[in-house]
């Protein structure tokens, strides 16, 4: 029997076995050395080989952490992960820019599992105004809290992108339904046009959206865009801060729109357009009161364009400052040349458009132009529509309190087609009232019309204003306005609008009406 006993190094045989450790063959006991020895060795070794190879994957994650680190600090690594990200997003908002909304649809309309998809285009009316009114930085703010409602307007996966300038891109991507991304449209608009403050000032846009679906309305990234700018632009000849879906045609109005604004530039430059004079008659006696400038564009090809394509071109474009200031020129030009040959006219009337109103050196501007041509600023006036000066009531009211300091007077056009405000009507620096032609014409026929005539004029009289009937084109019309009070009337049935050589001739010897 081997017995073991236990001495500094390990174990060791000191005895024989006990019976019965283990049996053989015939019952007889057969003696196994039991040593624990080779087993320890080989987990002592397991632990040392797992906490080498712990030390050798930390040392190399360390490294990994110091490389990284280092990267991370090295002004080459900063400047390129900088511009790859300036590559595919907007510095400002920090949503993707153009170039990353064009690949990330090109890819999703490649896909295909891809199921819907709509392109939504926004454009902010009336931002120009706010970097013009509170400057540029106030623009920036402005931008990025309508990067944040656009983003919050829709859900994680849909991308929100700024294309350039005022302009955001919005792709629906399995919005599951028409009646979804309706829901989704009215949700962009409604946030959008909330008032943001804007130092310390509430300010607010009316966004136009266009919507084109894929893939009927297109199936490649350019041209989903390209419908969906031809849809928004629809809605800004229908009136602003609303939504439309791209339907057939619209791409050949974008198109006929586009070569418009750059004839009208050219003819701009070229000094093409003309200005015609329509003259307002004193109502009680018959006399010249002044005449209205009306600017004519009679294109080489495509014959007269009408004042209210080419006046809204202009708008849209930001070719209406040069429209404005080419209007303003043959004006001054005029009076000077009438003043010379002895003709009298007492003032000639402008309109006035609310964009370059927003301008905040307009009235500056003007007010330097009409005196380095000697004209005394009285004789000019200016026409301002009511549905325009609702846009931005407060902004209005400052442009109008200055043009009146320097001397303009002011009318308010087309009165009573739109929505003013009495309140601000009565704050106004504004003298006369302009009655909007559609009351006049039908007033022998619909009695509303001429109540509301009647009610406008005594109105007037009531806030000490004058009031101008446009739209005159029959005798009855004229005595009727006359016994109402209405100071002075203006339409075809005094003269139609006419060159300044016709006006010439029109007043020698001069037709009065006194009925």
Not at 282 to 307: F, I, K, Q, S, Y
């Amino acid at each position: 029997m081997l017995t073991y006993r236990s001495v500094e190094g390990g174990w060791h045989a000191a005895s024989n076995c006990a019976r019965g450790s283990m049996f053989g063959a015939g019952g007889e006991s057969v003696c196994t050395p039991f040593s624990t020895g080779g087993a320890g060795l080989g987990w002592l070794a397991a632990l040392l080989a797992v906490c080498a190879l712990a030390a050798v994957a930390i040392a190399w994650l360390l490294g990994q952490r110091r490389r990284l680190h280092a990267r991370l600090h090295d002004p080459r690594e900063q400047a390129s992960r900088a511009l790859a990200f300036h590559a595919y997003h907007d510095t400002l908002t920090g949503l993707p820019n153009r170039a990353y909304v064009m690949r990330e649809l090109e890819q999703a309309l490649a896909a295909p599992e891809t199921a819907s998809l709509a392109v939504m285009f926004i454009d902010l009316d009336g931002f120009k105004s706010i970097n013009d009114t509170l400057g540029h930085e106030a623009g920036d703010v402005f931008l990025r809290a309508v990067a944040t409602s656009l983003r919050s307007s829709v859900r994680a996966r849909d991308i929100v992108s700024r294309f350039g300038g005022d302009e955001f891109v919005v792709v629906v991507q399995t919005y599951g339904g028409m009646e979804n991304l309706v829901r989704v449209c009215r949700k962009v608009l409604d946030l959008v046009s909330k008032p943001v403050s804007v130092s310390g000032q509430l300010v607010a846009v009316s966004p136009s959206i266009g919507v084109a679906v894929a893939p009927q309305d297109g199936q490649l990234a350019a041209t989903l865009i390209r419908n969906a700018d031809a849809a928004m632009y629809a809605v800004k000849e229908t009136g602003k801060a609303d939504f439309r879906f791209y339907e057939e045609g619209m791409l050949e109005i974008a198109r006929e729109r586009l070569a418009l604004t750059v004839e009208l530039r050219e003819a701009l430059q070229a000094g093409e357009l003309t200005v015609e004079y329509q003259p307002k008659r004193n109502l009680r006696d018959g006399t010249l009161a002044g005449v209205e400038a009306l600017a004519r564009w009679h294109h080489p090809t495509r014959g007269d364009v009408p004042p209210s394509v080419f006046v809204a071109i202009a708008e849209r474009s930001g070719l209406i400052h040069a429209l404005g200031e080419y209007v303003l020129r043959a004006v001054l030009n005029q009076v000077q040349a009438w003043d010379a040959s002895g003709t009298a006219v007492d003032y000639v009337a402008i309109n006035l458009s609310m964009h370059e109103l927003s301008r905040p050196a307009f009235v500056d501007t003007l007010h330097r132009a009409v005196r380095s041509y000697g004209v005394d600023p009285t004789r000019i006036r200016f026409e301002l529509t009511e549905s325009s000066a609702m846009r931005q009531p407060e902004e209005t009211m400052r442009q109008l309190v200055k043009l009146r300091s320097h001397g303009f007077d002011l009318l308010i056009d087309d009165f009573g087609a739109g929505y003013w405000n009495l309140s601000h009507l009565r704050e106004l620096p504004v003298g006369t009232i302009k009655i909007d032609q559609s009351f006049v014409r039908g007033s022998a026929m619909n009695l509303a019309d001429r109540e509301i005539t009647e009610a406008i004029v005594g109105l007037a009289k009531k806030l000490n204003m004058r009031t101008i009937a446009e739209g005159v084109e029959t005798e009855a019309q004229a005595d009727w306005l006359r016994e109402l009070g209405c100071d002075i009337g203006q339409g075809y049935f005094f003269a139609r609008p006419m060159t300044a050589d016709a006006f010439s001739r029109y007043l020698a010897p001069t037709p009065v009406y006194a009925g």
